[in-house]
C-alpha cells in the first residue's frame, strides 16, 4: 500500500485519509447541528454546562480530526528525512510546524461552515470563539500526534485510535441519553380528583359523533388489578391512580361505533380534567386512534406522549379499542368485522436520544420512531470500512462487503427498539450507506496501469473524489438531523410550542404547549418561592388550589423582606454580615423547587428581578444584605450606599436602583447586582412556564430596566432559550411618556404590564386599558394584569377588584391575577381567598364555552348602555359574551348572526349556568340579568 507522500497532506492513502476526516467531521456536524431547545425533555437530557465544560468542549471538538491530519502528515516528516530533505537540524521542526499551520487552516474553515450552518439550526448561536478555540485544540492535537509518530508510533495506529475514541464516545453518549429518556416515560404525577368520563371531555366541547359503550380503564395487574367506569367515585379513582404509580401498567377501552371522522381528539374514554390536564385519554382524531398519557416526558396533558394508530376505526361498524401502557411501551389494537389492527410502541437504550430530541407535539409511528436513529447509527459503519483501508487489512475489492455487512449490524445494536423488527428500508439504507463508504475505501487504494499510481491521483480527479466523499456524508448527516419519515410528524420546527410565547393566531395572547392561553391567578404572597411553609398547608398546596379552580398564573418576585424568608447570601464572620460571593443554597433551592411545581401544575410564572420596596425604609433597606452595614465586601465609602434609607418610595433616595454604567456606572455594587441575576437566570431560563418583568412599579430611568432588560436576553440567547420581557411602569395612563419605552421597543420588550391601571376604577379603568390596546393595534402583543387591586388600600374595594378582573378579560388583556391581600386590615388584593376562586371558576367556565383567542371587545354593540353597565366580548356572528358588573340592562346587536340562537346567564357568585333561552338573531335582542350582581349572558348559534 506504499505510495510518494511528498505532494500534500492527504497523499498518503489519501482517499482512506479523506473518508476518516469526513466521517470524523459528519460526527461533529451531527454533534453540532442537531437542534436543541424544542421540548421540554431537553431539560432532561442537557442541564446547564458550567463555562468550563463548554471551553473544553468546544477545544476537544475537532482535536480528532486534528489528530488525524497530524498523524498523517508525520509519514511526510518521515519520506522527507529519508530523502534527505532536512538540510539543517532544525528543518524538522520548521515542517512540523508548517503541517500544524496548514491543519490550523484546514479546520478553521471547517468551524467557520459549521458555524454558518448553526445560523439555521434551532437553538444553536454562531460565535468567533467558538472558531478560535476548536481550530486552537485542532493544531493542539496535530502536533501532539506528529510529537508521537516522531517517538516511533505508527502514524496508522495514531489514525485508528482516534477515529475509535470519537466512535466510541458517541456510543456512550448515546446510551447515557438514551437512558436518561426512559428515565421520564414513566406514569407520574397523577391526579385522583379528575374524572373518569367516555364520549366527552370534562366541561364539554370535544363529544364523540358516534356511540361509546362498555368504556373502563384499569390499572395495576391481576390480582390487584383496579378498573373504574364514568362516574367512580374519588375512592375508586384513587386506588386506579395507585394502581397505576405502583405497577407502570393501565389500560383504556371501550366499544365505539363511529360516525365518520372525529375532530379534537375526541375523546372515547378519558381520566382528566378539560383538555389541558389528564391522566390518560384514549380518543379519536380524523379516523386515527390517539393514546395519551401523563409521563414526566408527556407533561400534565400528555401532549408529548402521544400515540397514534392511523387509519384505525372505520365508520358505522362496532369497534372494540384499546391501549395500554406499560412502562416505556404502549400497545394500541382495534378489532372489528373489517380485522384487526394492532401498534406496539417501544424504544430501545440507544434509540432514546433520538426519540427525546422529536418527541414533542409529534404521533409517532413505529417506523418513524426509528428513523433517525437508524440513518445516524449507518454513518457510523463507515470508520469500520475506512480503519480497514487505511491499515491494509483486507483486500481493496472485499471493502464494500465489509461496509454493506457492518452497518446494519451497527444499526440494528445501536438503533432499534428491543422488541420491534427493524423496517427492512431502514436496514436497506444503513447497508447501502456502509457499502458507499466500503466502495470510497476501494477506491482509495486501488492502483490503474500508469506507473503504480492510482487513476484517482491526477489533481483534478482528486479534487472531484474527496468532493464527492464529503457531499455523501454530508446527505448523511442532513438525513440524521432532519427528522422523522414524512407521515410520522414534521421534525424539528423551528421554534418550540411547548414554551410560553405570544399566540401567532392572535399576538394579544399567550401559547403555552402548543395552544393559545389566558392567563388567571391569584395568590396570597407574591414571592411565593421564599413561602413553603404558606398558611394554612404550604405552598404546594396553595399551588394545588390555585390550579382546581383554573387558575394559571402567579406573580414571583425575587424579595426576602417577609418574616420566614432567606435572602440569597450566607452570613459569615459574625451573625448579621454577609458574604455576596456565597450563595445560600436553602434560597435557589426554594426558586427551583417553585419553578419545578409550577411547571408540573403548568402554572405560568411571571418573575420580578427587582421590588423597589425591598430597598426601602421601614426596616427593608435596614435588614438588606446590599446594604454596605450588613456584608463584608464594601462600604458605604467604596459603594456609594447610604445605611440608612427613610422613604418608602426608595428610587430618588436609594442610588442602588440607579448603578447601571448609562446612570452611575457604579461597579463595587453592580457587580453583585448582575451575579445575583445571573445566578437567578442560571437557573429560570431552563424552564419553560416563566415570563420576566424588571422591576415592581418603578418610575426610576428607563435606562436602568434596559440594562437588565439586555441581559436577559443576552444569556437566553446564549443558552438559545427565548425569553419574554417586560417593565412594569408606575405610570397609571397610557399617555404617560414612560410607556413610550415599552411600545417603541418590541425588541426589548415582548409584552406590555399594566397593572398600575388597575388603580383606575368604573368606567375609566375599562377605558384605559382599551387605550393601551389601541395603542398597539399595529403590532400587537399580549397586554399582562400581573396585579389587580382591590380592598379599603387600594383600587376601590373588594367588589371593584373583582369587577377589574372582568372587564381585563373583557378588554382582550392577556393575563389578570388578584393581587395579594398583603395586610388584613387594610387589603391591596384579595389573593386566592373563597372569593377570588369563586371568580376563576366563573371566568374558566365562560372561557370554555367562549373562545376569547378568536374574539374580541365590542361594546360598540351595545345600545342604552349606561357607563360601566356591561362589556362585550364578540366572535362576530358565532358568539357573544356580555358582562353586567352588576344587572342593568342593554340591547346586543346581533345583525350580523342570522338564524335562531341560543342564551344562557353564568350567574358568577354561583358559579352556574342558568337554563339555554331561544333568541333570533339578525337584529337587536335585550339582555337584562336576572338579578342584580355579576352575570355574563352568552350567546352561541350562527354555525
Known sequence: MG??????????????????????????????????????????????????????????????????????????????????????????????????????????????????????????????????????????????????????????????????????????????????????????????????????????????????????????????????????????????????????????????????????????????????TRNITLGQSGRDLVLRVRTPLGGPNGAKTEFVLPEAVPEGVATEVSAAFESRRAVISVRSSEGELRGDFQWGFFSGWWLMSRFANQSVLPGGLLLAGLLGAAAFALPLGLAAAHLGWVSPALRPLLGLAAAPVLVLLMGAPLNVPTPPRELFAAGGFGLLGGIVAMIGTWRGRGGGRSWLRSTGAKGVGSAAVVLLLLIGCDSTVSGLEPGAGSGVTASDPDRIQPYPGNPFYWQYQGDPVLLLGGSDEDNLFNHPQLPPNGLEAHLDLLQSVGGNYVRNTMSSRDEGNVFPFQGVVREGLYDLTLWNPEYWKRFERFLEMTLARDIIVQIELWDRFDFAGGGRWAASPYNPRNNVNYTPETSGLPTVVNSPAPERENPFLRTTPELDDNQEVLQYQRAFVEKMLSISLHYPHVLYTISNETDESPLWSGYWADLILE????????????????????????????????????????????????????????EHRSRLASAPRPINNVKIYGGPRHGGGVEEGTRKFWRNVFAGMASARFHRPHDPATMAGIGLNSLAQTHIRSMRMLTDRMPVFSAEPRTDLLSRRGSDEAYVLAEIGLRYAAYFPDGGSVDLDLSDAAGGMTLRWLDILAVQWGPTISVEGGGSVTLAPPEEGPWVALLEGGE
Open 715 to 770: 444569556r437566553a440567547e446564549e443558552l438559545a432559550r427565548p425569553a419574554y420581557v417586560t417593565e412594569m411602569w408606575a405610570a397609571r395612563t397610557p399617555e404617560d411618556p414612560l410607556y413610550e419605552n415599552t411600545y417603541n421597543h418590541p425588541e426589548r420588550y415582548a409584552y406590555v404590564e399594566i397593572s398600575q391601571n388597575n388603580h383606575q376604577v368604573g368606567q375609566a379603568h375599562w377605558v384605559y386599558a382599551m
Open 3 to 276: 505510495s510518494d507522500c511528498r505532494k500534500g497532506l492527504l497523499d498518503c492513502s489519501a482517499y482512506a485519509t479523506a473518508g476518516t476526516v469526513a466521517w470524523l467531521y459528519l460526527v461533529v456536524l451531527w454533534m453540532t447541528w442537531t437542534p436543541t431547545g424544542t421540548s421540554d425533555p431537553e431539560i432532561l437530557l442537557r442541564p446547564p454546562s458550567p463555562r468550563w465544560v463548554v471551553v473544553l468542549g468546544n477545544l476537544l471538538l475537532f482535536a480528532p480530526i486534528g489528530f488525524v491530519l497530524g498523524a498523517v502528515g508525520s509519514q511526510r516528516l518521515a519520506a522527507d528525512r529519508a530523502g534527505g530533505r532536512f538540510g539543517r537540524r532544525d528543518a524538522g521542526s520548521v515542517e512540523v510546524r508548517r503541517i500544524v499551520l496548514q491543519v490550523a487552516a484546514l479546520v478553521a474553515i471547517l468551524t467557520v461552515v459549521v458555524e454558518l450552518g448553526q445560523l439555521r439550526v434551532q437553538g444553536r448561536t454562531v460565535s468567533p470563539y467558538d472558531v478560535v478555540m476548536n481550530t486552537a485544540g485542532a493544531a493542539a492535537a496535530a502536533w501532539a500526534a506528529l510529537f508521537l509518530a516522531r517517538r516511533g508510533l505508527d502514524r496508522r495506529i495514531l489514525v485508528l485510535g482516534a477515529a475509535t475514541s470519537v466512535f466510541l464516545g458517541v456510543v456512550i453518549f448515546l446510551a447515557a441519553t438514551g437512558f436518561a429518556a426512559s428515565r421520564g416515560l414513566v406514569m407520574d404525577d397523577w391526579n385522583r380528583d379528575h374524572e373518569v368520563l367516555a364520549g366527552d371531555e370534562w366541561g364539554g366541547g370535544r363529544e364523540y359523533l358516534g356511540a361509546v359503550d362498555s368504556p373502563r380503564i384499569c390499572a395495576g395487574t391481576p390480582p390487584d388489578e383496579w378498573c373504574v367506569e364514568p362516574g367512580a367515585d374519588v375512592d375508586a379513582r384513587h386506588e386506579v391512580r395507585q394502581a397505576a404509580a405502583r405497577t407502570q401498567v393501565v389500560r383504556a377501552s371501550a366499544i365505539v361505533t363511529s360516525e365518520g371522522e372525529q375532530s379534537g381528539p375526541a375523546r372515547i374514554v378519558t381520566f382528566s380534567r378539560g383538555q389541558d
